[in-house]
């Protein structure tokens, strides 16, 4: 295929504290839920790099984990991730909501006030606040960024979200596509049927419960009507093991139930899915366990 001088593609990183919205921005501008959203911290433990394709342009969208100071090696990897967005942006999304003041990390923060590429600082939930309260927070975050265009945004009500687009692909650079066009993310399809898992989980499950949990497909077999999913829940220790599987199974058949829906959406298949339950000792303080589960890059 022939690209025209005129074709423009780019990397355009989302970076914010926990829960600012970047994952419902990422959604909003693919148009697929890629990136699981509940309303706990952490959500995003990866890179997940989603794809717009036009006829001539490609944006290459990153959702990152919202910065934390991390308290243990799963957390110093999830930030690991943050430092690679810095690090082959074109384009750098700097995500704040109504009333934040900070990001949770200095040197992050310095980054993005001396960065040499174009920075848009969304300003997020808009549809939280009032006028007056609006006004304050533009003056606020102008002052702090000088070098951000800044954009009021409602992620969820899609509000402003195609201006920012458009403004996006006037700032991307000329360049052929990096990706095959028909392409929508860097993720195989066992990622999305581990985090679809997961986000039930978040949503059902309360405390230290989530976080100890990390999901792996062991088996996708796909045929024209129906794909066959057999996952495994892993979690730190028995008594996690017992409340996931709750009384008499009926917890672990919940999450089964909801997360077939959510696949029969994503992947517009019939889904058989069978879950286990294994614990798996300390495996987010175990490198070897987080390799395994793609953490370190």
């Given amino acids: 295929m022939n690209y025209t001088m005129e074709h423009k593609s780019g990397f355009v990183n989302i970076i914010g504290n926990p829960n600012v919205g970047k994952s419902t921005l990422m959604n909003a501008f693919i148009g697929e839920r890629l990136s699981i959203i509940t309303s706990k911290a952490q959500t995003t433990r990866h890179r997940i790099l989603g794809f717009v394709n036009g006829d001539d342009f490609q944006v ?36 704040v909501e109504i009333g934040e003041q900070e990001l949770k990390d200095e040197a992050f923060f310095n980054k993005i006030i001396h960065a040499k590429i174009p920075v848009l600082l969304l300003l997020n939930k808009i549809d939280n606040s009032n006028q007056e309260q609006l006004e304050e927070q533009v003056a606020f975050w102008q002052a702090k960024v000088p070098n951000a265009e800044l954009f009021p945004i409602s992620a969820l009500q899609n509000f402003n979200v195609k201006e920012v687009f458009n403004r996006i692909i006037e700032l991307l650079p000329v360049c052929p596509p990096y990706y095959p066009k028909d392409t929508l993310t860097d993720k195989p399809e066992r990622f999305f049927v581990n985090e679809i898992i997961r986000e039930k989980i978040l949503l059902y499950y309360n405390k ?90």
Avoid: C
């Avoid at 090696?73 to 700097?94: G, H, R, T």
């Fill in 60 to 95: 290459i969208f990153s959702d990152t984990p919202g910065i934390i100071k991390p308290a243990y090696e799963m957390q110093a990897s999830m930030m690991n991730f943050v430092k690679s967005a810095f690090e082959d942006a074109d384009i750098l999304i700097y995500m």
């Fill in 208 to 297: 230290e419960i989530p976080y100890a949990v990390e999901i792996v497909t062991e088996e996708f077999l796909e045929d024209e009507t129906i794909i066959r999913i057999r996952a495994l829940i892993m979690v730190e220790r028995d008594t996690q093991k017992g409340i996931i599987i709750g009384h008499k199974g009926a917890a672990l058949k919940k999450v089964g139930i909801e997360a077939r829906a959510d696949l029969e959406k994503f992947f517009g298949k019939q889904i058989h899915i069978e879950l286990y339950v294994k614990v798996n000792k300390n495996w987010r303080s175990n490198v070897n366990q987080l390799k395994r589960f793609g953490y370190n890059q």
